[in-house]
């Protein structure tokens, strides 16, 4: 017989899964940013038809996401709605993990719920659509939560999703995965001499021996060989993170780590003060808060690492109801007014990011009057309904946009020899019907693959001539503007054995048949 505590709980559950899809529904509907709204919905498409990351494309963000959109493709068809509700179940499994974490932390059920309906309105929904940064940011939070629950349980079989976890994060994107799988591993080291956790341990490492296995069984299937998957997604984007790190990170400005991060440092403050404490006391090997309250600090400074690393607007301000639900929980308050004023001082806070960032659509470097001039994106074509058309590229006239890519797919339509797609509007193949044979998943200079001076450019270029020729390409469509680079076939193709054709204001085509 279900309890009335297990009632409510349910009731919360429901509510929370509602308000975490039809919240990132409506935004994700709203605004988009070609380079990262597109390239998702267009990989998870083409590995329905048999192309393969690595393998078919140069690429450094993981095929986690396009693998399970090819999976929602497969049932529900290729659509908008369908690439929008991938984000949106993500979304609502965020907003889950938190309410059962907050519950777990002896949190009142109806603070709890509140911390996770203010978590779900502001994580997913600032991007709306699949994009690697929120989903390995939202699988690297899920992680520590599900740690320190598990530090807390002890005995329980919340430990085995942490290997999960970790390859699904790494296979999204290495960063923050391998920051925050790092602070789990060395308290999960302390916590197993400490209580002697050895033989659970051990079903761990064999999981993760299983899953690395299954990972190379996979590659063996699909023919992707190791040293592509290296070079892409280990070895170039160290060689892109020692720049960043010496670049964007230092030198050490405390105005970028602190100031601007304010609300995330206070939400955790209650935990700074307390694991003080432990460490003054000299119990922090003995007391297992030293280990909840270290992971979900330092935890906190990788993420920042990781947002001011990437190119990317703020989104890990989502991170503050979570951190502000934990801190309450160690809180231990009995008084309804200064409990209250906390749940009042998030919310608000909330809110203002709510409206800053997610209502303004400043993830698309949009603004509240950049939308009001959003039109049918279901003008381009059926499949991208009900999405809502406005970008940065063409804020004022979005039907002028739509107009000049409307002429791009005609004459694609009528091409009749073999053609690669470049561009950042990688819904163009998707709606033809055909494969953009693209020898990347994305386009951007440096940030996505190596520039003529980088050591693995020889790599690079070998691996795009490869591919064109393989597949017996013919002309090069170049589609603008693009976001990243805007020579790429030049910087390719520098014996200049092509021919240039400018067939509309924003499409030119190369000509590369005498260059094999």
Known sequence: MITKTQKIHII??????????????????????????????????????????????????????????????????????????????????LGLVVYYSLINFDLPRNYSFIYSVLTVILAYPSAGTPYVDHHAAILSIISILIFIVSIKKIKTNLWYFLPV????????????????FLIIGVFYIIFLFKNFFFKKTIILLLETLVIVLLIYLIFNLYEIRFIDFYKQYIDYPLSIGENRFENFLFPFDYKRIFLKHKWLHISLLPLYIQLINLIIKKEFFSDNRFIYFGSLILSSYAFISHQLMTINGNFIFFLIPIYAGISHSFLKIKNLKKDSLIIILTILVSLYYLNKYIVSRNFMDLTKNDIKLKIEASLIDKKLYPLKWITFNNKTSPIEEIEKLKEVIEIIKKEK???????????????????????????????VYPTKDHRLFDYYKEFFLEKINKKNIKKIFVIKPLAGDDKIVETIFQNQCFSKEKRTKILDVYNISKCF
Not at 50 to 56: A, H, I, L, M, W
Not at 61 to 75: C, N, R, S, W
């Open 12 to 93: 919360n559950l429901i509510f929370i899964i509602v308000i975490s899809i039809a919240v990132n529904q409506y935004f994700g509907n709203i605004g988009i940013f070609p380079i990262d709204s597109f390239f998702p919905f267009n990989s998870s498409y083409e590995m329905l038809n048999g192309v393969y990351p690595f393998k078919d494309y140069w690429t450094i963000t993981g095929p986690f996401i396009d693998v399970i959109q090819a999976i929602l493709f497969k049932i529900l068809g290729v659509n908008w709605t369908a690439y929008v509700l991938h984000a949106s179940i993500m979304n609502a499994v």
């Open 165 to 180: 976890l970790f390859f699904c994060s790494f296979f999204t994107k290495q960063s923050p995965t391998s920051y925050i």
């Open 417 to 447: 020899q073999n053609i690669s797609i470049i561009t950042d509007y990688q819904f163009i193949s998707v709606i033809l019907g055909i494969n953009d044979n693209s020898p990347s998943k994305y386009w951007y200079y440096y940030h």
